[in-house]
């Protein structure tokens, strides 16, 4: 599927959808579709959820850890920064390539139906719009049933993370539910296979580079390469992080194994070579650069 450049896997075998999910394609199990649905005639109308579709589950682990207040007061606390890139991201990216500029002539319709609501929905739409896409329809229902808005946009498909909220739509529309990659580690770890780029310069980017350096040793390291990230890179100006990012692929492209690419280290593992690494290109770009944090 990776090499016909497959932007999305639909199908009843949920063996077949995690597979394809795991490979990092945009995959969804279908449910049998409404004995009768009014679709628009004349465009191609897709709707999406939020969290764990179009954005990563970072939002529902917050959720699932501290409840609503948490979530809401996480959100506050981040609605300047982009959400990370979901495993629907880049079919949304695809469709949006294919958008007319006028909506009304426009062949692809796309909306976002999510639970987020008011703090929550302005980390959504600035993410959106960093990603440079055209959502034609924002609903932002917190809680409110998704049903009855599926209908009035009459939607060719919709995708959910949640079988309880796909079973529901599937009375309505056709609805295929979202697989996330079964390579996810732990709370707070995103899998490589999720990584796009659709957010440039941010942590996903940082660690699909540090999967290149390591491999197979990735997996056991992402969690403490994505607190480097934190601590090192998050809050750097964005051009520095830009240099430092192109650098760093450069030189995982350049020279992907062997002595070539390490870095002296007292310890002859993977993930110290590459840490010391990053630590000393890091000082390099810090120093070309006056200041080193956002405002």
């Given at each position: 599927?990776?090499?016909?450049?497959?932007?999305?896997?639909?199908?009843?075998?949920?063996?077949?959808?995690?597979?394809?999910?795991?490979?990092?394609?945009?995959?969804?199990?279908?449910?049998?579709?409404?004995?009768?649905?009014?679709?628009?005639?004349?465009?191609?109308?897709?709707?999406?959820?939020?969290?764990?579709?179009?954005?990563?589950?970072?939002?529902?682990?917050?959720?699932?850890?501290?409840g609503?207040?948490?979530?809401?007061?996480?959100?506050?606390?981040?609605?300047?920064?982009?959400?990370?890139?979901?495993?629907?991201?880049?079919?949304?990216?695809?469709?949006?390539?294919?958008?007319?500029?006028?909506?009304?002539k426009?062949?692809?319709?796309?909306?976002?139906?999510?639970?987020?609501?008011?703090?929550?929905?302005?980390?959504?739409?600035?993410?959106?719009?960093?990603?440079?896409?055209?959502?034609?329809?924002?609903?932002?229902?917190?809680?409110?049933?998704?049903?009855d808005?599926?209908?009035?946009?009459?939607?060719?498909?919709?995708?959910?993370?949640?079988?309880?909220?796909?079973?529901?739509?599937?009375?309505?529309?056709?609805?295929g539910?979202?697989?996330?990659?079964?390579?996810?580690?732990?709370?707070g770890?995103?899998?490589?296979?999720?990584?796009?780029?659709?957010?440039?310069?941010?942590?996903?980017?940082?660690?699909?580079?540090?999967?290149?350096?390591?491999g197979?040793d990735?997996?056991?390291?992402?969690?403490?390469?994505?607190?480097?990230?934190?601590?090192?890179?998050a809050?750097?100006?964005?051009?520095?992080?830009?240099?430092?990012?192109?650098?760093?692929?450069?030189?995982?492209?350049?020279?992907?194994?062997?002595?070539?690419?390490?870095?002296?280290?007292?310890?002859?593992?993977?993930?110290?070579?590459?840490?010391?690494?990053?630590?000393?290109?890091?000082?390099?770009?810090?120093?070309?650069?006056?200041?080193?944090?956002?405002?």
């Open positions: 599927m990776q090499a016909f450049n497959v932007k999305l896997f639909l199908s009843k075998s949920a063996a077949d959808v995690q597979a394809a999910a795991n490979q990092g394609i945009a995959a969804s199990l279908i449910y049998s579709p409404p004995s009768e649905v009014e679709t628009a005639p004349t465009q191609i109308r897709v709707a999406f959820d939020g969290d764990s579709v179009l954005f990563s589950d970072e939002a529902q682990r917050i959720f699932d850890k501290g609503l207040s948490a979530f809401q007061e996480y959100e506050r606390a981040n609605a300047r920064k982009e959400l990370p890139a979901g495993p629907f991201a880049p079919l949304l990216q695809f469709l949006a390539e294919n958008q007319k500029s006028d909506p009304k426009s062949p692809v319709r796309v909306a976002l139906i999510t639970d987020r609501n008011s703090p929550a929905h302005e980390r959504a739409i600035r993410t959106l719009r960093s990603w440079n896409v055209r959502i034609d329809e924002a609903h932002f229902l917190g809680g409110v049933a998704k049903p808005f599926l209908t009035a946009f009459r939607a060719h498909i919709f995708f959910d993370d949640k079988e309880e909220y796909c079973k529901a739509a599937s009375t309505r529309v056709p609805t539910q979202v697989f996330m990659p079964e390579q996810v580690l732990a709370p770890e995103i899998t490589v296979s999720l990584r796009t780029s659709d957010t440039p310069f941010g942590e996903s980017q940082f660690l699909v580079v540090c999967s290149k350096y390591l197979r990735f997996n056991p390291a992402e969690a403490d390469l994505s607190r480097w990230f934190q601590l090192n890179l809050d750097l100006k964005d051009d520095i992080r830009k240099d430092f990012l192109e650098e760093l692929e450069v030189s995982a492209v350049g020279t992907p194994r062997g002595k070539q690419r390490r870095s002296v280290s007292a310890k002859d593992q993977p993930k110290e070579k590459l840490k010391v690494f990053l630590d000393r290109l890091l000082a390099k770009h810090k120093s070309r650069n006056s200041g080193s944090s956002n405002d």
